[in-house]
């Protein structure tokens, strides 16, 4: 079989078995992500708390990988691209493996500290993998590549989200908030217990998986750092500081670092908000609380088909057109379906939301690989602070989740006002894929 031109180098060395097994890692933290959004719902259910306490899932959902991700690139800089991914594999399984005595005590702290566990593996995983994809053939052809890679991130999201609608919403018990807050102790005790242990199944099972994930890789030869080209540059310190020196004069990468945590705030946004949108919705129109999370979550998982479909579409794309204009223009893009979200609201406004995931497609592989175009040898420290970047995606949802928990906010109901914060995200992605077009051109 012809190995694709994306995995190829001039000198005819192929990285087609490494591509495959390191890319499977990618939907595995897919999967992660996208089990975890809806959870912000069913934990402020399980333990009737407000919208930003039920968000506090994604600051240590996030908050790890942003605490990970220098330690990581440190590690990966000393040792090896595989040694990170089994880190990786290693603090996943076990932050996972962490929900079954989060569960016994029936506090909801606990599950925040197995989130950070498991975030810390994943932010090993990402600060490997990313980098280790954009090495594996041409400096032309490595944002086409992490485009393609990432493709399959989507689908592990689109499994997370399956497991999530079907394996825990579907089997928690269909009280609503307001029918659990006048419960008794006892009854709400047993009830959250109940609730708990159907959370907890599908993360034990992820967990075994990820071991089995780990003696895999563990067993596999890779190519070491060496063999794909990414040693240090001649003559050049590769010091922490001197590195970081670099970097932060890198007007690319500088710029590329905050498009990409306010990216990823908008995706974290976009998609842990839309059960609380698509409830607001549906409820309104007469349906019941709990066959309207089933609902907006079966429309959260159009939302990742469209996601998926039009990363592959893009990733094609890029073959004609510059990653740095396609960027700004489907940035614009999901900034106007936002402003539908906010305005037009009702069913309209919700299928507007759903939109707005094909255009955030191509927005993290295009955005990591233009900052890191031109980093040299200083690829597994840029990578670190792209990754740390994530934690946009802690800091903006409990923002948002105030305006929700604000019901009304000048004269628009406030799960609808809300949607401004990933409308302004939108924006700064937009100015990067405008000013990285209009570098280009001059340099041109």
Not at 422 to 435: E, Q, T
Request: net charge positive; glycine share 10%.
């Amino acid at each position: 079989m012809k190995t694709p031109d994306l995995l190829r180098t001039k000198d005819g060395r192929s990285y087609l078995l490494p591509f495959i097994i390191v890319t499977s890692c990618f939907a595995l933290w897919g999967f992660a992500n996208d089990i975890t959004n809806p959870m912000v719902k069913s934990f402020s259910k399980i333990f009737r708390m407000s919208v930003t306490d039920g968000a506090l899932v994604q600051l240590a959902f996030y908050g790890g990988y942003f605490c990970m991700a220098l330690p990581a690139a440190l590690f990966i800089k000393r040792h090896s691209y595989k040694a990170g991914i089994l880190t990786g594999l290693g603090l996943y399984a076990f932050g996972a493996l962490m929900f079954i005595p989060a569960a016994k005590t029936g506090n909801y702290y606990p599950f925040l500290i197995s989130y950070f566990i498991l975030t810390c593996g994943l932010s090993f995983l990402e600060t490997s993998a990313n980098p280790f994809i954009l090495s594996m053939g041409e400096k032309e052809t490595a944002t086409r590549r992490l485009n393609f890679a990432q493709s399959f991130n989507p689908i592990g999201s689109l499994c997370g989200m399956w497991v999530a609608m079907h394996f825990i919403q579907a089997r928690m018990s269909p009280l609503s908030t307001a029918e659990r807050a006048v419960l008794d102790d006892a009854s709400f005790n047993a009830l959250k217990a109940s609730d708990l242990a159907v959370l907890v199944k599908p993360y034990a099972i992820i967990g075994l998986i990820l071991i089995a994930v780990f003696v895999l890789m563990w067993l596999t030869k890779m190519p070491g750092k060496g063999e794909v080209g990414l040693n240090p540059q001649e003559g050049v310190s590769t010091s922490l500081k001197a590195t970081l020196g670099r970097l932060i004069q890198n007007i690319s990468y500088r710029r590329g670092v905050i498009a990409q945590f306010f990216y990823i705030g908008a995706q974290i946004t976009c998609w842990t908000f839309i059960i609380q949108y698509g409830t607001h919705v549906l409820t309104s129109e007469g349906i019941d609380e709990q066959t309207a999370e089933i609902m907006s979550q079966k429309l959260n998982i159009v939302a990742m088909v469209c996601f998926v479909s039009f990363r592959f579409i893009s990733t094609w794309l890029m073959k004609y057109f510059k990653p740095s204009r396609m960027l700004a223009i489907f940035a614009t893009a999901a900034a106007l379906l936002v402003l539908g979200v906010i305005f037009i609201g009702g069913r309209p406004g919700l299928y507007c939301l759903v939109g707005v995931s094909a255009f955030m497609s191509l927005m993290f592989p295009t955005i990591y690989g233009m900052a890191l175009g031109n980093v040299g040898g200083d690829t597994e420290i840029g990578s670190a602070g792209l990754i740390m970047a994530i934690l946009g995606g802690s800091v903006l949802p409990p923002l948002q989740a105030m305006i929700i928990d604000r019901q009304q906010v000048m004269g628009l109901a406030g799960v609808n006002a809300s949607f401004i914060i990933p409308f302004i995200c939108f924006l700064v992605v937009l100015w990067y894929g405008f000013s990285e077009t209009r570098r280009a051109a001059v340099k041109a």
